[in-house]
């Protein structure tokens, strides 16, 4: 009888251990940067997790990513896949060596060329040490409904922007309304005339001495300051999401913000009726571009165990395919870095063939040192406050040349 029950407590005891075995996973963090992107990634890693029982993806958003994502460097507790805007701070990580170089990853060959080649520009490395995956753009939103109401059109020159806002203002209605309690949102408008006036080859002129900004910024400036004009006079009183809001609810029939805020409009209210269309900066239809960046690099941290290596890896991979890059960027209403996913979102039309022909323009500030690349955003917020176009400009020359 002892034998018996010492083989059967020998056999529960191998049980047990098999089944341990094979219910453990392998976790891997997922640090992502957008808030609106918290629930369609919940889903995909819902999928992802049933195709892949063996292991555990948790996401985690922050606010403030990129700040937080520096303390936690201090602390050697990196994420083993992250997400990053294509900027300095993701040009600074990979050439710290924090990153995996992918170079030989396949899906790279997915991606369409001129975002390849934007990544060499900013990283100055034909390596690869991320993956891009959404593109985003920075329009005007508008209210359909509210301009055919009001007998409205689509400005394609400046004169006929200031003149859309003037009858707007004339019929009652407030033309526009910002954001500029969260700091970052200063960077929608501002992007609008500084990436369509600022000289070509600027930074290598800035750093030979033969430019400065302040000789070459007045004009940006300048309509910087008369496009926020038209605001209601609490510019500085809400934030992005109540900037979401107010634009949902018709507090406003114009609103400067980047596509990524479609999507949690229309939560706000199903019905409203978004389009979009790029910023005319000029009298010269002919010149107007989209700014564009890329919204979102997927990338893998450099110094991964070889189980939680393969881990991620499958996860990028996963989030590369067709069907979940499609599904991403309709819940995002964003446009794909990669090659046969279409953007067939009907508030985007206005913008689609600005894409196919190419009439788009990557941030002129990736050339800025990455502090001040980061400061930006609260020195144009400060410039707004003061309206001194002549100290913010001659602001930006000091920071710059204390780098």
């Given at each position: 009888m002892k034998k018996k029950l010492s083989l059967l407590l020998v056999l529960v005891m191998v049980f047990l251990s098999v089944?341990?075995?094979?219910?453990?996973?392998?976790?891997?963090?997922?640090?992502?940067?957008?808030?609106?992107?918290?629930?369609?990634?919940?889903?995909?890693i819902a999928e992802f997790e049933e195709e892949y029982p063996d292991i555990e993806v948790v996401q985690n958003y922050q606010l403030d990513a990129n700040t937080v994502l520096r303390s936690r460097l201090a602390q050697d507790n990196f994420p083993e896949v992250l997400t990053f805007w294509a900027d300095p701070f993701y040009k600074d990580l990979a050439s710290e060596?924090?990153?995996?170089?992918?170079?030989?990853?396949?899906?790279?060959?997915?991606?369409?060329?001129?975002?390849?080649?934007?990544?060499?520009?900013?990283?100055?490395?034909?390596?690869?040490?991320?993956?891009?995956?959404?593109?985003?753009?920075?329009?005007?939103?508008?209210?359909?409904?509210?301009?055919?109401?009001?007998?409205?059109?689509v400005p394609e020159t400046w004169d006929e922007m200031l003149n859309l806002m003037d009858k707007i203002e004339e019929a009652g209605e407030t033309p526009i309304v910002f954001t500029f309690q969260d700091s970052w949102t200063t960077n929608i408008p501002w992007s609008y005339f500084e990436h369509h006036l600022q000289p070509e080859d600027f930074f290598e002129k800035l750093d030979a001495g033969e430019i400065t900004f302040q000789e070459s910024y007045q004009e940006i400036g300048e309509k910087f300051l008369k496009f926020i004009s038209y605001d209601?006079?609490?510019?500085?009183?809400?934030?992005?999401?109540?900037?979401?809001?107010?634009?949902?609810?018709?507090?406003?029939?114009?609103?400067?913000?980047?596509?990524?805020?479609?999507?949690?409009?229309?939560?706000?209210?199903?019905?409203?009726n978004i389009g979009a269309f790029p910023f005319p900066v000029d009298n010269d239809p002919s010149t107007t571009k989209?700014?564009?960046?890329?919204?979102?690099?997927?990338?893998?941290?450099?110094?991964?165990?070889?189980?939680?290596?393969?881990?991620?890896?499958?996860?990028?991979?996963?989030?590369?395919?067709?069907?979940?890059?499609?599904?991403?960027?309709?819940?995002?209403?964003?446009?794909?870095?990669?090659?046969?996913?279409?953007?067939?979102?009907?508030?985007?039309?206005?913008?689609?063939t600005y894409f196919e022909e190419g009439r788009v323009s990557t941030s002129k500030q990736l050339g800025l040192p990455a502090t001040m690349y980061a400061d930006m955003r609260h020195l144009v917020q400060q410039f707004a406050i003061d309206k001194d176009i002549d100290e913010f400009l001659k602001t930006l020359d000091e920071e710059y040349n204390s780098y």
């Amino acid at each position: 009888m002892k034998k018996k029950l010492s083989l059967l407590l020998v056999l529960v005891m191998v049980f047990l251990s098999v089944s341990a075995v094979a219910i453990a996973k392998v976790e891997i963090e997922f640090w992502q940067n957008k808030r609106e992107a918290v629930d369609v990634y919940k889903e995909i890693i819902a999928e992802f997790e049933e195709e892949y029982p063996d292991i555990e993806v948790v996401q985690n958003y922050q606010l403030d990513a990129n700040t937080v994502l520096r303390s936690r460097l201090a602390q050697d507790n990196f994420p083993e896949v992250l997400t990053f805007w294509a900027d300095p701070f993701y040009k600074d990580l990979a050439s710290e060596g924090l990153l995996m170089e992918v170079s030989d990853n396949p899906n790279l060959e997915k991606v369409i060329p001129s975002y390849i080649d934007m990544m060499k520009e900013l990283t100055g490395t034909d390596k690869r040490y991320g993956i891009p995956f959404a593109v985003n753009a920075q329009p005007v939103l508008y209210n359909i409904d509210k301009f055919e109401e009001l007998g409205l059109s689509v400005p394609e020159t400046w004169d006929e922007m200031l003149n859309l806002m003037d009858k707007i203002e004339e019929a009652g209605e407030t033309p526009i309304v910002f954001t500029f309690q969260d700091s970052w949102t200063t960077n929608i408008p501002w992007s609008y005339f500084e990436h369509h006036l600022q000289p070509e080859d600027f930074f290598e002129k800035l750093d030979a001495g033969e430019i400065t900004f302040q000789e070459s910024y007045q004009e940006i400036g300048e309509k910087f300051l008369k496009f926020i004009s038209y605001d209601d006079g609490d510019i500085f009183g809400r934030d992005y999401s109540q900037g979401n809001m107010a634009f949902a609810r018709g507090d406003s029939i114009l609103y400067s913000q980047g596509i990524w805020a479609i999507g949690p409009i229309l939560e706000l209210n199903p019905d409203i009726n978004i389009g979009a269309f790029p910023f005319p900066v000029d009298n010269d239809p002919s010149t107007t571009k989209v700014p564009t960046g890329i919204d979102t690099v997927l990338a893998i941290s450099e110094d991964l165990s070889p189980e939680k290596e393969d881990a991620a890896s499958k996860f990028v991979n996963f989030l590369l395919r067709p069907e979940i890059t499609q599904k991403y960027m309709g819940s995002q209403r964003l446009f794909a870095a990669i090659e046969g996913v279409e953007q067939t979102e009907p508030e985007l039309q206005g913008l689609q063939t600005y894409f196919e022909e190419g009439r788009v323009s990557t941030s002129k500030q990736l050339g800025l040192p990455a502090t001040m690349y980061a400061d930006m955003r609260h020195l144009v917020q400060q410039f707004a406050i003061d309206k001194d176009i002549d100290e913010f400009l001659k602001t930006l020359d000091e920071e710059y040349n204390s780098y």
